[in-house]
C-alpha cells in the first residue's frame, strides 16, 4: 500500500516526476556512460550522390498550379502523327501539365521563374512518379514566392566544368520581346533563396531560357506566327542583374513572344512550329532570312481559325521525338521524322487529334529518339497536308538597334 501510495503521489506531482525521470536518467549515465568503443573514421573516398543513380533519360513535368516530377523517358510510348495520344498526369480541376523538359539524372537543373529568379536542383533530387501521377508541390522543394512560378529550366551536365561555364552563355527572351545574353558562371552560385536571373519590367516576365556557346543562331518566335533570326552576337554579354536589349518587335494588342530557340548547325537542324489547335510543320532554317535583332521577322506559319495561333517554336533534328500535352491533360510522343520539311508559309499538318471541343496545347518539348520497339495501340493517323490561306509574308522592319 506504500508503494502504491508513493507511486500515485509521483503521478499526481509534475515535478516529483520530472526529478525521479531526472534521477533515472543520471544513474544509467553513470552505470553506462563510458567512452566509445566503436572508432569511426572517415570513408576511403568522397561521398558521392550520384553514384546512386544511373544517368537514365527522364522528362521533367511541371504542371499550371507547380506540381513537379521527374518520369523515366520509356514510360512514355510513341504514336504515329495526328493520333489522339494518351493520358497523361491526373491533376484536380483547372490544373494541367504546363511544362516538360527532357533531363538526365546526372543533370543539374537551373530553375527560373517569370518573374526573373533563379533555383538549383540536381534532377534525382525530383520526386519521381508515373506519368499519371500529379507530382509535389514546387514551393516544397524550392523557396518559390507565392505569387512567383517557374517557367523555364536549363539542364547543365558538369556544373563544376569552370572552362565550361566560362564559355557559355545563358540567353533569355521575355513575353515583350526583351533578350538578354549572361556568361553560366554568374549563375554557379545559386543560394536557396535563389538569385536574381534577369530584371523584369513591369507587366513582362521569361518566356524562354536557352544555353549557347557564343557562336549560336536565335530565332524568337510571336503569337501572330512570324519568327526573326538574327546571331548571338548581336546581343553584347551583360551582368546578371540587368534587363536586356530588344529581340523582337510585336505587333501590340494581345501579341508576345512564345518561345526562343538557339540553332548549332543549320544543314542539320530544321524549326518545329505548332499552333495551339494542334496543327504544326517543319521548315529549314535557311528559309528563315537572317537580320538584325530587333526585326519584326518573317511569317513563320499561317495563322487561320482551324490552326490557332501559335504555342511553340523548337529546333529538331530526324534523330528527335516530340512530346505534345494539351490543358485536358492528353499527351502523344511523335516521331519528328514524320512530320515532312515543308514551306515556312504554311499551315503544316495535323500533329495531335483534340478530341474535346475548346481544347488547346499546353505544352511541347522534344526528346531523343528511341530506337526500342514498343508496343502500343496506335491512333487514327490524318496524312492530309492543311494548305495555307496565304503565302504572303509580313514585311521585314529592320533593327534601329535602340537598346
Known sequence: MKLIADLQEILDNPERCKQVMKDDLL?????????????IIPFDHEFNAEDFYPDDPVVITISHMGYIKRTPLADFHEQGRGGVGAKAARHRDNDFTEYIYPAT???????????????????????????NSKGRAIQNMLNIDPDDSINAVLRIKNFNDEEFLKSHYVMFATKQGIIKKTRLDAYKNVRAAGVIAININEGDEVVGV????????????????????????DVRTMGRVSTGVIGMRLDGGDDEVVGMVCVNDP??????????????????????????????????????????????????????????????????????????????????VRLINLAKK????????????????EEFEEAEVLNEEIPADTTIDTPDTENNNNE
Open 210 to 233: 536557352r544555353l549557347t556557346n557564343g557562336k549560336n543562331e536565335i530565332l524568337l518566335a510571336n503569337r501572330n506566327g512570324r519568327a526573326v533570326r538574327f546571331d548571338e552576337n
Open 358 to 373: 475548346n481544347d488547346t496545347i499546353a505544352s511541347v518539348c522534344k526528346v531523343q529518339h528511341s530506337e526500342e520497339e
Open 27 to 39: 544513474e544509467v549515465k553513470e552505470k553506462y556512460g563510458d567512452e566509445r568503443r566503436t572508432e
Open 267 to 348: 544543314n542539320v537542324e530544321t524549326i518545329m512550329v505548332v499552333s495551339e489547335n494542334g496543327y504544326g510543320k517543319r521548315s529549314e532554317v535557311e528559309d528563315y532570312r537572317k537580320t538584325a535583332r530587333g526585326a519584326k521577322g518573317v511569317k513563320t506559319l499561317a495563322i487561320t481559325e482551324k490552326t490557332g495561333r501559335l504555342v511553340a517554336i523548337k529546333v529538331v533534328t530526324d534523330e528527335n521525338d516530340l512530346m505534345i500535352i494539351n490543358k485536358s491533360g492528353i499527351l502523344i510522343r511523335l516521331k519528328v521524322a514524320d512530320v515532312r520539311v515543308m514551306g515556312r508559309a504554311t499551315q503544316g
Open 105 to 131: 539524372m546526372h543533370n543539374t537543373l537551373l530553375f527560373f521563374t517569370q518573374k526573373g529568379r533563379c533555383y538549383w536542383q540536381k534532377c534525382y533530387e525530383i520526386p519521381e512518379g508515373d506519368k
